[in-house]
């Protein structure tokens, strides 16, 4: 089992919807949360840090951290289609961030 | 000015050929990382240093070696490249010190490396 599972899609919405990514693991230790979103032929840009359990909102994301479940999710409101990009969730314990392998998301005009 | 920079952004070469790929950044940060990016694998971690005189080796080291020649400076080399590395290699940095003491890394702009 990989340490970050996460769906590689693709992902296709139309504009204007709600958007919902995820991503489990397995490594209890894991306390800091972080979403990156990549877009094409570009390096990953931190979108969203999360320390521990709870939620983060920021603008139109939402990130929410169960460590319980073992559980991270990310919503995108009103999405738009400069929101099309790779969505990479990444965790750690004290030690070099552990990647999932990413979602693409394409929003529909 | 962009604060990782990668040199070059694109290489194109032949099986047995050596290659090094560097790294450069203005960030002042301690620590660097080295990362290769294929479709379907997302970023899996070759080496990591965490100040000049440290070198880590990460999930997918064999048949690549790096080296620290500074804090701003970080360099990968394929001693002997062969066709399935061909990818997207990233360099990366972070700041223990920081306010986000969980280790957020800043990215450079990645190289395409091809082996024919």
């Known amino acids: 089992q990989k340490e970050v599972e996460q769906d590689p899609g693709p992902l296709s919405v139309p504009e204007g919807a709600i958007v919902s990514l995820n991503c489990t693991y397995s490594?209890?230790?894991?306390?800091?949360f972080m979403w990156y979103r990549q877009y094409s032929r570009k390096g990953p840009e931190l979108l969203m840090y999360?320390?521990?359990?709870g939620n983060k909102e920021d603008g139109r994301f939402t990130a929410q951290v169960d460590k319980s479940s073992k559980y991270i999710s990310l919503f995108i409101r009103d999405s738009q289609p400069s929101d099309s990009a790779t969505y990479l969730c990444?965790?750690?314990?004290?030690?070099?961030?552990?990647f999932g392998k990413g979602t693409r998301l394409s929003v529909i005009a | 000015d962009a604060d990782v920079t990668q040199t070059p952004r694109n290489r194109i070469t032949k099986t047995g050929k050596r290659i090094m790929l560097e790294c450069s950044q203005t960030?002042?940060?301690?620590?660097m990382y080295w990362y290769r990016q294929d479709p379907g694998l997302g970023l899996r971690l070759i080496y990591y240093?965490?100040?000049?005189?440290?070198?880590n080796k990460g999930e997918i080291s064999d048949g690549y070696s790096v080296s620290r020649q500074a804090q701003a400076k970080f360099s990968l080399s394929l001693e002997s490249a062969i066709p399935n590395q061909t990818a997207l290699y990233f360099c990366?940095?972070?700041?223990?010190?920081?306010?986000?003491?969980?280790?957020?890394?800043?990215f450079g702009p990645g190289t395409r490396l091809t082996v024919l």
């Open positions: 990366a940095t972070s700041d223990p010190g920081g306010d986000r003491v969980g280790n957020e890394q800043f």
């Open positions: 490594n209890s230790a894991f306390q800091y």
């Open positions: 999360t320390y521990s359990s």
């Open positions: 990444a965790m750690s314990a004290d030690t070099p961030l552990v």
């Open positions: 960030k002042g940060h301690d620590r």
């Open positions: 240093s965490f100040d000049v005189k440290d070198i």
